[in-house]
């Protein structure tokens, strides 16, 4: 089924903002410095952090094919983010929800839209995700999220929409390309006066490399900002999506290595899908400037994901329901004639009471059998962060902070028997500690000593039930890291290097026991997560009036692995390779022309716990070429990917201990493939 979005409903208001679009010229010049001064803020902020980010600057990123959160995140150190065929991909950072499958739970990274919350305690739903609508993603990697109240191992990101300040009154873009695929947008915002707007209509379909892999998707985003005065402004958000994904399943490696278009037998007998009805996200942001060193936030969002997964013997409905509220306050003032930052934030989400799901027996397709489970699942989390920036002497600066979370879950079996009902309520802390130096404007050192906790999700608790399918008790996973890093700019070009060592207890680890039914999550005896993330963007050659040659290299080394675990010993655990590395070789011309190649390589990836068996190392090339006019407004590019038509598999979802066999583990990355894209931009 392809969707159809109703365009034809904002025919009057295009035409009267094409109309519109030549009186708003000059105002334009001022959106765009406005927007330039935003990502500048942005890159200041994150520079303050004593440890590791990303900053993704969106209009570089929409210069080739846009299709998922891959894309978004390509070419960033220590982020691992690969498609699982259809909207849902693999997210790792410092091995965060490294076993978990791709799908509709997302775990291990706290992940915000505008700095509103989207995680809840039922993870990250990945429907809601459509990169048209960004101008911008901040990533803060492992602990450095903490200032965001994010506790989580793999750290925040900060997805960031335009808004009526970074936006043409008027843009139209196109995609297509191999086996079927198209996305279609529209969008408008403007500042009319104190007010502003932002709306962006968007639909996409695709067939999918894989057999049975077809999906659709469609969605809306808004937002209007309101500037009462200078010291009060408030902004609202909205976004709806929904799609609809058949799923293929997992393949061997000679499945991968042969047939790799091939869908798993069983899920093609099935005919499993994932339809995910809607998903609506509403959300307020209000900011008062008590004065000139200091602000008060104050957020509070609803968010209603359901879900329809026909994968496997079963059928589940899920209905999820949560409710948001943030408060922050920040100040800059003297302690003990220093100058001193201070960040004091609260936020709290809980599932609202309808969140429950019913379990039915399935032969296939939308023949549905017998209802045979009920269960519900209730969680909230509330976080109260306390932080400081203390300059000891000029340019050292001394972080400390303190954060303490309190989690409920809670888990009932209704059907066919009652009395499995698990309740835990857990209080945590998270204390912080960081130095940064600036040595030079152009080169900075930091550290930082950190403490994350991730409580478990309220769907775990019945999935991971061993005996008489009933829910079991879960301990909350910690980990205490060390990082250690350094960035600046020199001749090589703009560079960051960091090195983190985390020490995790109880790690929520998610494993397929048997194939079709569903992933059992455990904590884990002792591990180890430890690496290293470089990123360099080099100018290697400059000429005025010529052109210019850079490179853009991303390294991200992983060894994450057990501490003499009673059955396998130091094994590695497995989930993601070890090395992986991304680069782009690109030439830029005066006129607005470039072209550019690109590598993504990976070392193979251990299948099992066991580590009896891997997914092989791969290297992909691609090469991107396209236009961006002087004035900005029209764009046009080629997207060339998997140049070799390389076979590999880019995800792997882990089982318990395979025994050497070549078991049916990994999704395969899509083979060669064309892209072409054109947007036009009304300014």
Not at 17 to 26: C, G, K, P, R, S
Request: net charge negative.
């Amino acid at each position: 089924m392809r969707p159809t979005l109703p365009y034809s409903l904002l025919a009057l208001f295009v035409a009267g903002t094409a109309q519109a679009a030549n009186q708003v010229e000059l105002d334009q010049v001022l959106v765009q410095g406005q927007a330039q001064s935003e990502l500048e803020g942005a890159a200041e902020h994150l520079h303050e952090i004593p440890g590791a980010s990303n900053l993704v600057d969106m209009d570089k990123v929409g210069q080739g094919r846009l299709a998922s959160n891959q894309d978004v995140l390509a070419y960033q150190p220590g982020v691992f983010a690969q498609s699982a065929g259809n909207d849902g991909i693999k997210l790792s950072i410092r091995g965060s929800g490294i076993n978990r499958a791709p799908g509709a739970h997302g775990s291990g990274v706290y992940t915000m839209f505008d700095g509103l919350p989207l995680t809840g305690p039922g993870g990250t739903p990945y429907e809601l995700f459509e990169p048209l609508w960004l101008s911008r993603a901040e990533v803060l990697r492992g602990a450095n999220g903490f200032d965001q109240g994010s506790l989580a191992l793999g750290g925040a990101i900060n997805y960031v929409t335009h808004t009526g300040y970074d936006a043409a009154p008027l843009q139209v873009r196109y995609e297509a390309g191999s086996r079927g695929y198209q996305r279609r947008h529209i969008s408008s915002g403007q500042v009319l006066g104190d007010l502003d707007y932002y709306v962006a209509l968007t639909d996409a379909e695709y067939d999918g490399y894989q057999q049975h892999s077809s999906g659709s998707a469609k969605g809306i985003a808004a937002n209007v900002g309101y500037r009462f005065n200078p010291n009060l402004e408030t902004r609202f958000y909205l976004r709806y999506r929904e799609t609809e994904n058949d799923l293929a399943g997992r393949l061997t490696k000679e499945q991968i290595k042969h047939h790799p278009r091939a869908a798993n037998p069983a899920y093609l007998a099935r005919d499993d899908s994932r339809p995910q009805p809607g998903s609506t996200w509403v959300g307020n942001k209000t900011t008062f400037f008590l004065d000139d060193e200091s602000r008060l936030e104050a957020g509070l969002v609803y968010h209603d994901y359901p879900m329809d997964l026909r994968e496997g013997p079963m059928r589940l409905k899920v209905a999820y329901s949560d409710v948001s509220g943030m408060l922050n306050y920040m100040r800059r003032d003297t302690l003990f004639g220093h100058d001193s930052k201070t960040t004091v934030g609260w936020r709290t989400t809980k599932h609202l009471p309808n969140s429950g799901a019913s379990q039915f027996a399935r032969s296939g397709g939308d023949n549905f059998g017998a209802r045979t489970r009920d269960f519900t699942y209730q969680g909230s989390d509330s976080v109260l962060h306390m932080g400081n920036d203390l300059e000891l002497i000029p340019n050292l600066w001394l972080t400390t902070g303190l954060a303490m979370i309190y989690t409920r879950r809670e888990s009932d079996v209704t059907y066919p028997a009652s009395g499995g009902k698990v309740s835990q309520h857990d209080w945590d802390y998270a204390p912080r500690v960081g130095l940064r130096y600036d040595i030079r404007p152009d080169l900075q050192v930091y550290g930082n000593l950190s403490r994350s906790v991730e409580p478990p999700h309220p769907w775990s608790l019945v999935w991971s039930a061993p005996v008489n399918n009933q829910p079991m008790k879960m301990q909350n996973q910690t980990a205490t890291t060390l990082e250690l890093g350094a960035r600046g700019d020199s001749a090589l070009g703009h560079w960051d290097l960091a090195w983190y060592y985390a020490q995790v207890r109880h790690e929520l680890l998610n494993v397929e026991i048997v194939q079709g039914l569903p992933f059992k999550e455990f904590n884990a005896s002792p591990t180890v997560h430890q690496g290293v993330e470089a990123g360099l963007d080099s100018t290697l050659w400059e000429q005025p009036g010529t052109g210019k040659l850079s490179l853009r290299q991303a390294y991200t080394f992983s060894d994450f692995h057990y501490r003499d675990d009673d059955k396998f010993g130091d094994n590695r655990l497995p989930g993601i390779p070890m090395h992986y590395y991304q680069a782009e070789l690109r030439y830029d011309w005066p006129a607005g022309f470039y072209a550019g190649v690109n590598t993504q390589m990976a070392s193979k990836v251990q299948v099992d716990y066991a580590n009896s068996s891997h997914a092989d190392a791969y290297a992909l090339l691609g090469a991107r070429l396209g236009w961006d006019s002087p004035k900005r407004d029209w764009q046009t590019w080629l997207d060339l990917r998997n140049l070799t038509n390389q076979r590999y598999a880019a995800t792997v979802t882990p089982g318990y201990d395979d025994g050497g066999k070549d078991v049916a583990r990994s999704t395969p990355g899509e083979g060669f493939a064309a892209y072409l894209g054109v947007s036009y931009s009304f300014r």
